[in-house]
């Protein structure tokens, strides 16, 4: 593993001059909204930002590529038989069949990065999430993006202007399906304005990456020459 990724584990408080870096492993952040609620653009954000340094989660699919889209960036296509060796292995964090297709994301990724102290975005629903948690609780750090009203979020459904009215309430109603689903979330922000709700995000990554569980070497010996120092 590169030098640059390993120095990606030190915590953002000890970054500081003639502060020792102290090792940890890192994290996993999903953020899970119902559509129209801002997930998006706030993933959008989060992976803009560089001093956050957060590495989004690449999904593998069985469907077809679209034109638009560029293998490795939006998803890894591949083969469904390559799929189900993944699946049958053990070796998706999560997974789902939708319309036929199936979409997963792989764990050896996220791992690598995880044990190298860098942290991974997921952009994935609270099915997704809940299997994540189930495989990997420790890494694992959920935000649910609520809507400030179900009348703002329909307006914002409407001005994207990509849905039929039938659509648009179908994603209504799915969407009151998921926010029932908010208390499995370790952090329940309120979209009410952007910018507000990603500098709660931002604050939410400094304070994880501070939990005392992630920091894997240096703190003991940091302890240990803290209690020894002399005061006088």
């Given amino acids: 593993m590169s030098n640059n990724r390993e120095s990606r584990g030190a915590t953002m408080a000890n970054e500081r001059e003639g502060t020792p870096a102290l090792g940890r492993r890192g994290m996993m952040l999903i953020l899970s909204s119902p559509s129209g609620a801002g997930k998006t653009t706030l993933t959008r954000m989060l992976l803009q930002t560089p001093k956050l340094d957060l590495k989004l989660?690449?999904?593998?699919?069985?469907?077809?590529?679209?034109s638009s889209e560029v293998d490795g960036i939006h998803?890894?296509?591949?083969?469904?038989?390559?799929?189900?060796?993944?699946?049958d292995a053990g070796e998706l964090l999560e997974w789902a069949e939708v319309h036929g297709n199936f979409y997963g994301s792989p764990r050896?990724?996220?791992?690598?990065?995880?044990?190298?102290?860098?942290?991974?975005?997921?952009?994935i629903d609270y099915q997704g999430a809940q299997q994540v948690r189930e495989k990997a609780p420790a890494d694992v750090v959920s935000v649910f993006i609520l809507p400030p009203s179900m009348k703002e979020l329909r307006a914002r459904l409407e001005r994207r202007a990509e849905d039929s009215p039938e659509v648009i309430a179908r994603r209504l109603d799915n969407a009151r399906n998921e926010i029932r689903r908010w208390a499995q979330y370790d952090y329940v922000l309120v979209n009410d304005d952007i910018q507000r709700t990603f500098d709660d995000l931002i604050a939410i990554v400094a304070a994880e990456r501070l939990r005392r569980p992630?920091?894997?070497s240096g703190i003991e010996t940091f302890v240990a020459l803290l209690l020894a120092e002399k005061t006088a």
Avoid at 75 to 87: C, P, V
Wanted: overall charge positive; hydrophobic content about 40%; charged content about 35%.
């Fill in 57 to 66: 989660s690449i999904s593998v699919t069985t469907r077809a590529r679209r």
């Fill in 75 to 87: 998803y890894k296509f591949i083969a469904r038989k390559d799929f189900e060796r993944l699946r």
């Fill in 108 to 123: 050896g990724p996220v791992e690598e990065t995880l044990a190298a102290g860098g942290d991974v975005l997921f952009d």
């Fill in 214 to 216: 992630r920091l894997q």
